[in-house]
């Protein structure tokens, strides 16, 4: 490169420039001209004299924010009647010490129908609040009763394989209660067939036994003629022995174990 040739790294480019090119200035003539429009516009709207609408709004803020003066007759009926500037009102001063503040209502409805609007919707609002917590209660509720009825049919169908083994091994051809030994003993001895609806009709009548009442009879029955306990599964020598090493004979006794 030779030295008349200008360096494009230099500043010597920069200095033949006419114009500033530094950011944030307007070159352009027609959005600076748009820029001077709008300042112009804004300074003869600061300008602009304000509309009644306006001017009575700032009156009445300034009234609002004016605390009354000791010449008002309001204040000098009140300074007969005991009143003094700073005290609360009432013979013990607990009364307010400001005036009730103006609430300006914008809409043309009637007088209360605002109010009646906002209490009908808080109704709605705690309606809805205590049926979601109703829904939620019975919900729980309905958990735990599944979970309860899983329970009970998982200890009565354990109680009913040992009744039924207990009772064999002692040569009883027949249970006392039918519900006393398991579903399918009960289904052979009846002869109920391979037919859907005789089969339907057995499960539903052997569902029905599934309760707490026949439950603790099953239980009953294991202890006073097993001596047997479910829950610990094991056979004591005599109801002494059963008594001191079991520790009663329902689930809740057996839960901390």
Not at 82 to 96: A, D, H, R, V, Y
Not at 199 to 212: A, I, K, L, R, V
Request: aromatic share 8%.
């Amino acid at each position: 490169m030779s030295d008349s040739e200008d360096d494009y790294m230099s500043d010597k480019l920069l200095m033949k420039c006419d114009e500033d090119v530094r950011p944030g200035l307007v070159f352009n003539r027609t959005t600076k001209r748009k820029y001077e429009l709008e300042k112009k516009r804004q300074e003869l709207s600061a300008k602009k004299p304000k509309n009644s609408k306006e001017r009575e709004e700032e009156r009445r803020q300034e009234g609002l924010n004016t605390a009354i003066s000791n010449d008002n007759k309001g204040f000098k009926l009140l300074e007969k009647m005991g009143f003094k500037q700073g005290q609360g009102l009432g013979k013990s001063q607990s009364g307010i010490t400001e005036p009730i503040k103006i609430e300006l209502r914008s809409g043309k409805s009637g007088v209360g129908l605002e109010s009646h609007f906002k209490e009908k919707v808080t109704r709605k609002k705690v309606h809805k609040e205590e049926t979601l917590a109703k829904k939620m209660d019975a919900f729980h509720t309905s958990i735990k009763n599944k979970q309860a009825q899983k329970l009970l049919c998982k200890d009565f169908v354990k109680a009913q394989r040992a009744c039924e083994d207990l009772d064999l091994r002692k040569n009883t051809d027949e249970p006392i209660q039918e519900f006393y030994w398991t579903r399918e003993t009960i289904k052979k001895k009846r002869g109920v067939q391979d037919d859907e609806e005789e089969e339907e009709q057995f499960n539903e009548e052997f569902d029905s036994y599934f309760t707490d009442e026949n439950l603790s009879e099953l239980i009953h029955y294991l202890r006073n003629t097993h001596l047997y306990c479910m829950f610990c599964a094991f056979v004591a020598t005599d109801e002494n022995d059963l008594s001191t090493s079991c520790p009663g004979p329902n689930r809740s006794d057996h839960d901390d174990d």
